[in-house]
């Protein structure tokens, strides 16, 4: 019983271990104003150091495959590198690992022997699903970072089509709209706009560029229809309002959909512990009833 409590405890701290490795870490202070005011932080702290040391060798081993063109997309969206998610899939794999030569400490204290092939197969499985996790979590972080962006962007639609309605043209209007809201969605809007005008290109095609570089498709749908207003004069006010309005309504239908989800995951606790329970009651009555047979 002492061995089997050790094992549990074991498992449980390894798998304690990946989720808080998973889990960004809280930044101090003066990196967030830093990184508020635009203000690069002086010096290298020892994650950025760490981070260089193991990023070359996290593309030696090949991890750099996992990061396909739609993990690329979703790590532009949530403002991270190829290195540092590289590095994050490396470290996950390592940390699961580990959870191998644990488990054969055990084993082998409580005089247990197995095969070479089960330990080996063991490990190569662990190692890979540690280094797909990060990216499973990722895709759960760009989600929410999606859904954040489409709110905003239904903000912005109504704000251009109230500048439309003023009237203003329709460079103008998208100038204005993006200047009136605050926000990282905002943001990543005016930069696409400036980046478009000092490069001699059209506003609609920086969003555009903007929406392909974000994967998110309502926006490219926006640029089309702002680009039929800019190239062929056509007035795109009432269709901006529907495409706001449904942005909403799409926006409300995730946020039930989350909530639902979320009150779905909070009863499979209470549902585990009432089974433990029931075992726990019932197994010295069906021990007995085995016994007797």
């Not at 609609?204 to 994967?215: A, F, K, R, V, Y």
Request: charged share 15%; proline share 4%.
């Amino acid at each position: 019983m002492v061995l089997m409590l050790l094992a549990g405890a074991g498992i449980g701290l390894g798998i304690i271990l990946v989720v808080r490795s998973l889990t960004p870490a809280r930044p101090d202070l003066s990196s967030a104003l830093a990184h508020i005011g635009g203000v690069a932080p002086a010096g290298d702290g020892p994650t950025e150091t760490t981070g260089r040391f193991l990023e070359p060798l996290a593309r030696a081993v090949g991890i750099g495959h996992l990061i396909t063109p739609s993990v690329a997309t979703d790590l532009r969206l949530v403002g991270r590198t190829n290195g540092s998610h590289a590095v994050r899939c490396m470290t996950a794999a390592i940390e699961s690992a580990l959870l191998v030569p644990a488990l054969l400490l055990v084993l082998g204290v409580a005089g247990i022997s197995v095969p070479f092939e089960l330990p080996a197969a063991l490990l190569l499985a662990l190692g890979v699903g540690g280094a797909v996790l990060p990216n499973l979590v990722l895709a759960s972080e760009a989600r929410t970072r999606r859904r954040s962006f489409n709110h905003a962007l239904s903000a912005f639609l109504d704000l251009v089509a109230v500048n439309l309605a003023a009237g203003r043209g329709v460079e103008g209007a998208l100038d204005t709209a993006a200047g009136a809201g605050r926000g990282w969605a905002f943001g990543e809007i005016r930069q696409a706009l400036y980046r478009a005008k000092i490069m001699g290109d059209t506003p609609w095609n920086g969003l555009d560029h903007l929406g392909l570089e974000l994967g998110i498709g309502d926006l490219r749908e926006l640029a089309a229809s702002v680009s039929l207003a800019g190239d062929n004069g056509a007035k795109v006010r009432s269709s901006l309002a529907a495409k706001a309005q449904a942005l909403r309504v799409k926006g409300l239908a995730d946020v039930e959909a989350a909530a639902q989800s979320a009150s779905e995951r909070m009863s499979l606790p209470v549902i585990l512990l009432l089974f433990g329970f029931v075992l726990f009651i019932g197994f010295p009555a069906i021990s007995r009833v085995l016994e007797g047979i």
